[in-house]
């Protein structure tokens, strides 16, 4: 997760250890986390819709909802979602760090971002791998402007260990929001219970040429991502995170929403002159998406029929879409939660590669 500060998710020490957990968790846990692992609305399960009173968006700040974005169809499932943002106006001026990091962290969420306090209680009862995962993912934070850069890296991290905890056997779940899940199955690979391919088959294709792998951290003009996600070889034996399907491709992509809704609650606390890659990580991850089903659709025929035949896949995937895009557009203008975010965007806008996300609003009856 590249980012302009060192002591944000990109911090190596943080992603190494996130890393190994979720090597070791794939290893020890097969299924854990391989797919859609949340029961949701045309998902196994029922659940109420994901709009706000009635499908107004509420705004939590008081201001005027962003513009909509032209990325999402208003007649389908990405352009009808809607959430209550954080609310800025609430201070957390008076919250006193005393060395308790818990207790600090879920003060926080309490005020300005619930939901993410919440999949940080569910991942702390997941202690399996050290500990508890907002003390884990914190750092050493020795002030509250420590932990409140970490935010976004502990609800991203805990997120993780919620939805592996929910997930059991050849299904994931994805937690979008308190009363909104999908539990989807056999979303890894066909090497490892799924149908899937190795997300890592993407780095392969016309559009990484675009971004290149960057070859050292904090470097400009390059993926900082590909090495982290996209590495390894398939077809070897030895496992990496590249390795896994689709079903991880689609779990990093609701967490880095949750990194972008984290930073965004508390963008005020960001330092002046310092900036972020919240909006870099989602969009990247929004291009991987799109260059998944791209390269599905035109070279594994089954993974791709996996993918958009599977009404809990297809709708997670529109779900997660319009929830990146409405966040997105909350955070245009505020230019210290992205780096290279504008450049981004071009390649997520391009049309061969929208298309993959409209053929899935065709097969979802809009």
């Known amino acids: 997760m590249p980012e302009a500060r060192p002591t944000r998710a990109n911090a190596p020490t943080t992603k190494d250890r996130i890393l190994g ?21 045309g998902c196994g399960g029922e659940g109420p819709s994901p709009l706000v009173d009635g499908g107004v968006l509420d705004m939590g700040d008081g201001g005027p909802p962003p513009t909509p974005s032209a990325r999402v169809d208003p007649t389908c499932r990405d352009g009808m979602y809607a959430e209550a943002p954080p609310d800025l106006s609430v201070s957390v001026a008076d919250l006193a760090f005393s060395g308790d990091v818990a207790g600090f962290v879920d003060a926080s969420l309490a005020r300005r971002y619930p939901f993410g306090g919440s999949l940080v209680a569910s991942g702390r009862m997941d202690t399996r791998f050290g500990g508890d995962c907002s003390v884990i993912f914190a750092g050493s934070p020795t002030s509250a402007a420590d932990v409140f850069r970490s935010l976004d890296t502990i609800v991203h ?27 989807c199955e056999r979303g890894d690979t066909t090497t490892r219970g799924g149908d899937t391919f190795a997300r ?19 470097q400009r003009g390059c993926d900082g991502y590909a090495n982290i996600y996209l590495n390894g070889d398939p077809d070897d034996a030895m496992f990496e995170s590249g390795d896994q399907g689709f079903n991880l491709l689609l779990e990093e992509t609701v967490q880095y929403v949750n990194s972008l809704v984290t930073a965004y609650a508390f963008s005020d606390q960001i330092r002046p002159g310092s900036s972020t890659s919240a909006r870099d990580g989602i969009l990247t991850f929004l291009w991987y998406v799109e260059r998944y089903l791209h390269l599905a659709r035109s070279t594994y025929p089954d993974a791709y029929a996996r993918i958009s035949g599977d009404a809990c896949f297809r709708d997670a995937i529109l779900t997660v879409w319009g929830r990146a895009w409405l966040f997105l557009e909350r955070t245009r203008d505020l230019g210290a939660l992205g780096i290279e975010d504008d450049v981004l965007e071009t390649y997520v806008s391009d049309p061969v590669l929208l298309d993959e996300i409209e053929r899935l609003r065709v097969l979802a009856g809009c």
């Open 21 to 41: 957990i979720l090597g070791v968790m794939t290893k020890v846990f097969p299924g854990m986390l391989v797919g859609c692992v949340l029961l949701s609305v």
């Open 200 to 218: 890592s088959r993407i780095r392969t294709d016309e559009y990484q040429a675009l971004r290149p792998p960057c070859d050292s951290p904090g």
């Open 157 to 183: 991290e805990c997120g993780h260990f919620a939805d592996g905890r929910l997930s059991t056997g050849p299904r994931n779940t994805y937690l979008i929001q308190s009363e909104l899940t999908y539990a």
